[in-house]
């Protein structure tokens, strides 16, 4: 939807209100899948689509209300439904206001190649990376998806925020005789930025050098953590602490350790929605222009993001980071920074007497938030290194670690980063390579 119909529709749909302050929230999404498996494309979608939110004030008590329809009858209907919710809620001594803001710099998100990519230009791609597969006798299974999003708020305090943004990603799993498995993928708004050869070639080495894999016992081992398995451990670091929510509530890692030391000095993450390889969405679902929040700096815990109602509570500013109205988890990071370092994998693997190599983890959780501890295993390419070089495949481990004492313990970090999506959540991160890593055992 276009910016002057997405006003037009919610300046109207204000006016349907009765309660003290109302916001619409307006999110479209043109989404395309192409999907493969053994080497063949077995799926190919497109789901068009959109949501509409009705969030209303009546003093202290707050509705909200949901529909994905933007008829006028609908768009009363979803208002109605949200001020009867309101009126049956207790009144909330903490809300204040929602907010209002000023107009977000335009960011450079969209890319029409990328919102008009076609099926046939997916399948295209898609027939390359399954070409590299074949080459080497292994089979190759992923996903490459393209897709236009559209935001919109409006509120009855002036509010008026437009953003619309692309994104494009291609992931490959190969495997070889069913038991060695290899992976990479790449992101990007613009889909000519994704490498498909290369994404392709890393996948098949890695499936290749993953056969007949080795058991290690369980202990702590050094380990080099691709850009995937960094970026893996930073999201779960996010949703621990690095938001308002669990930081006023003292169930955040963060809370009573604002000025402290709690990683290595290496170590500095920034929210930074304007790094030129993010151009991230400028402002939040409640229209609040973004801002760049240091979160970690050189190994000093520093600043957490906030909403407006969290800020409102802390007495402190909003950093425009308020997920959609309905959402209970509140405010968390999604533009995540990591400052790199001056080195690149293969010294890290040349600097390495024993240790192992990972690609990524697989079906991390949570085991103790406030020490940061969490569970998961190694995934398509888990290797051991002896004596600065690659020796054999490793089976796949369980890791049980605190990721503040993983981010203590970095030996090195590589200079160049790479784009890393996961749950919503863009991350730019580089490799590092960690002493004294916890394995539990297969």
């Given at each position: 939807?276009?910016k ?9 749909g ?30 190919n ?5 959109h949501?509409?939110?009705a969030?209303?004030?009546l ?23 949200a001020?009867?919710?309101a009126k049956?809620?207790?009144e ?14 335009e ?5 029409s ?12 791609g ?5 070409r ?5 006798n ?14 919109c708020?409006?509120?009855s ?27 990479a ?6 889909v000519?930025k ?9 996948a ?7 056969s007949?894999p080795?058991?290690?016992?369980p202990g702590?081992?050094?380990v ?12 779960f ?6 938001g308002a ?11 009573g ?24 969405m400028p ?26 109602y969290?800020?409102n ?13 309905n ?8 533009n995540m920074?990591m ?12 600097s ?5 190599l990972?690609t ?6 949570y ?8 569970t998961?295993?190694?995934?398509d ?9 690659i ?6 481990m369980?890791?049980g ?9 970095v030996e090195m ?14 991350m ?14 297969g």
């Amino acid at each position: 939807m276009k910016k002057d119909r997405a006003f037009e529709i919610l300046e109207k749909g204000i006016g349907y209100s009765q309660a003290d302050q109302t916001e619409l929230v307006f999110m479209g999404e043109d989404f395309s899948l192409t999907r493969f498996a053994e080497n063949v494309i077995h799926q190919n979608m497109a789901r068009q689509d959109h949501t509409l939110m009705a969030r209303v004030v009546l003093g202290k008590k707050v509705g909200v209300a949901v529909t994905n329809s933007v008829k006028e009858e609908d768009i009363k209907k979803a208002i109605k439904d949200a001020e009867e919710i309101a009126k049956n809620q207790q009144e909330d001594p903490d809300f204040v206001s929602l907010p209002a803001s000023s107009l977000a710099l335009e960011v450079k998100s969209y890319f029409s190649k990328t919102s008009e990519y076609s099926p046939s230009e997916r399948a295209k791609g898609i027939e390359n990376a399954v070409r590299r597969c074949k080459s080497q006798n292994t089979s190759g299974t992923g996903a490459f998806q393209t897709e236009t999003d559209v935001t919109c708020v409006v509120n009855s305090l002036g509010t008026r925020q437009y953003f619309q943004e692309t994104k494009a990603q291609f992931s490959l799993t190969a495997s070889l005789s069913g038991t060695a498995s290899g992976w990479a993928q790449g992101y990007d708004q613009d889909v000519k930025k994704i490498d498909i050869e290369n994404i392709a070639q890393t996948a098949v080495f890695k499936a290749i050098l993953s056969s007949n894999p080795i058991e290690l016992p369980p202990g702590k081992y050094t380990v080099i953590l691709e850009e995937a398995a960094v970026a893996s451990l930073l999201l779960f670091l996010g949703f621990l602490g690095f938001g308002a929510k669990t930081f006023t509530q003292g169930r955040s890692f963060m809370a009573g350790k604002i000025g402290e030391k709690i990683t290595g000095d290496n170590m500095t993450i920034v929210e930074d929605p304007y790094h030129p390889v993010m151009n991230g969405m400028p402002f939040d679902y409640e229209g609040v222009v973004k801002k760049k929040v240091p979160l970690i700096e050189n190994g000093v815990a520093k600043e957490v993001v906030y909403n407006s109602y969290y800020a409102n509570k802390a007495g402190v500013e909003s950093t425009g980071h308020a997920l959609p109205p309905n959402n209970t988890f509140g405010p968390y990071p999604k533009n995540m920074v990591m400052a790199p370092g001056n080195s690149n994998l293969e010294k890290m693997i040349a600097s390495t007497e024993k240790g192992i190599l990972i690609t990524h983890f697989w079906y991390i959780n949570y085991m103790n938030p406030m020490r940061t501890m969490v569970t998961g295993t190694t995934r398509d390419g888990t290797f051991l290194i002896e004596d600065g070089k690659i020796k054999s495949a490793v089976k796949n481990m369980r890791i049980g670690q605190s990721i503040l004492e993983a981010f203590s313990n970095v030996e090195m970090m590589s200079k160049d980063r790479k784009l890393c999506t996961q749950y919503g959540v863009v991350m730019y991160v580089p490799a590092m390579k960690i002493k004294d890593f916890t394995f539990m055992g297969g």
